[in-house]
């Protein structure tokens, strides 16, 4: 099936169309704003040596259609721009090898559900037999590992990664996944694949928020689990990156699901509906702030601050951060929740670890004293300011009544499979602390500090 301008006109006029093709196939469609075509090998373009990876017994024709799809998915994400509304309507048409599996009705219902819910978009799959076959799965190697995994873990270099790994069980145990698109340094000691196997380009990126980030680290987590054998996988999110961002959602924007109980009892439907095998998706530290998870992990024999130290949580990629070298922002929400947590484990760090280094300067352009463009500046205040106006907010609903915590604590209860009550219990010990953690943090920031400045009202320097 291909969709001509005409069977468009037939959809609603909002529709965005996406249509993959192979290599070599292209599309007998005419160009249009919403219809845009994608094909694999130039826009989806697979890189051997990652490949390599994931060549082992057991990878199925269903695997490599997977990639094709999170790769469809990425492509469609950041291709068409956001309206005010936020929902977008978005048809994907993909060529899939194992056609009858992906015409089960259960696969597309799991799929759009799955999907909607993590982006707010409005999506639709069509398959098409592919008449390729897998380009992966000739050497069929397995993986040699010296001890059986127990389990995987989406492992970076952050914070939370690094503990929750070694919380979860012993090195040898578990089974590393990272989801990155350029090669990752590995650790002495550590088995896991290194990187996505592919890469999605050729197009102009319009839409920045990228939602189906998610989805993605799920479906590369399912297929390397499934292909380990192993049934567990660790989600190592503390309870502020789970649930913080849907208890205190920003302004006008979609809630982002992505570390939320709820999107992953959704995917863990879908990886059954497709892949036949039941994959549990844990979150052993959703009722635990970050703090405690860096505290839990350096009570454990041999942990020590250097271990926590050497990670990086900063989200910025902009020159002013990597001007001289790669360093940290230290005040986006990421470094704050990191510079927060480390606190309240006790954790000092250099003093050059971030590029805005004194949050007790009284005038923010005193703490921004590196940083010369007023651009960057102004950028930077505006990532300080609304993450910490967020933990603020968070900490606030620590006061709340029970009546107020009700649908958060029954949504969450319904994913987890625990009592409401307990639930509740364990949500409002969560926001507890963070509270008593952000307090004990600002105040060690000082009465004068421009961040304490910025909870009052303020937003620039104090007397401007």
């Not at 998915?73 to 009858?100: C, H, K």
């Not at 510079?339 to 590029?355: F, K, N, W």
Request: some cysteine; charged content about 25%.
């Amino acid at each position: 099936m291909v969709l001509t301008m005409t069977d468009a006109h037939t959809e609603t006029h909002s529709e965005k169309h996406l249509l993959v093709v192979e290599k070599g196939n292209p599309a007998r469609v005419r160009s249009a704003n919403n219809i845009v075509v994608a094909e694999i090998g130039k826009h989806i373009q697979f890189d051997p040596d990652v490949l390599d990876t994931f060549d082992v017994k057991g990878f199925a024709p269903i695997h490599y259609d997977l990639m094709i799809l999170a790769a469809a998915i990425e492509f469609a994400d950041r291709r068409w721009r956001r309206p005010a509304g936020w929902l977008r309507n978005i048809s994907v048409e993909i060529p899939v090898i194992d056609f009858e599996c992906w015409s089960k009705p259960d696969v597309q219902a799991t799929l759009r559900s799955t999907m909607n819910f993590l982006t707010g978009d409005n999506w639709r799959f069509s398959f098409i037999k592919a008449s390729g076959c897998s380009p992966i799965g000739s050497k069929q190697m397995p993986l040699f590992f010296e001890q059986e995994k127990k389990f995987a873990i989406a492992y970076s270099n952050g914070l939370d990664s690094r503990a929750v790994s070694a919380l979860s069980g012993s090195r040898e145990e578990a089974l590393c996944v990272r989801v990155a698109a350029t090669k990752q340094r590995r650790v002495e000691g550590e088995s896991y694949f290194t990187q996505i196997p592919f890469k999605v380009k050729g197009f102009e990126g319009r839409e920045s928020s990228f939602r189906s980030r998610g989805f993605q680290f799920a479906t590369m987590a399912s297929i390397v689990a499934q292909l380990s054998k192993v049934s567990r996988i660790v989600v190592p999110e503390s309870g502020q990156g789970a649930l913080g961002p849907v208890l205190v959602p920003l302004y006008n924007i979609y809630t982002d699901y992505r570390n939320y109980p709820t999107f992953f009892r959704k995917m863990e439907r879908f990886a059954r509906a497709l892949l036949g095998c039941s994959i549990k998706f844990e979150q052993p530290r959703l009722w635990s702030t970050k703090g405690q998870t860096m505290s839990a992990f350096l009570a454990l024999p041999g942990k020590a601050d250097k271990h926590l130290t050497t990670t990086r949580s900063c989200w910025q990629t902009r020159r002013v951060v990597n001007a001289d070298r790669r360093r940290q922002c230290g005040l986006c929400a990421a470094c704050l929740l990191r510079r927060m947590s480390l606190h309240a484990a006790g954790v000092l760090e250099a003093d050059d670890t971030y590029v805005v280094s004194d949050l007790s300067a009284s005038e923010v352009s005193h703490a921004f004293k590196g940083i010369a463009a007023q651009a960057d500046q102004e950028i930077m205040i505006e990532y300080g300011s609304v993450g910490a106006r967020h933990f603020q907010h968070l900490a606030d609903l620590a006061d709340l009544p029970d009546a107020a915590l009700r649908p958060f604590a029954s949504q969450i209860a319904a994913a987890i499979g625990e009592t409401f009550d307990v639930t509740l219990r364990n949500l409002r010990m969560m926001l507890m602390t963070h509270a008593s953690e952000w307090q004990a943090f600002m105040s060690a920031q000082g009465d004068k500090s421009f961040l304490k400045d910025w909870l009052d009202g303020g937003r620039h320097d104090r007397f401007k």
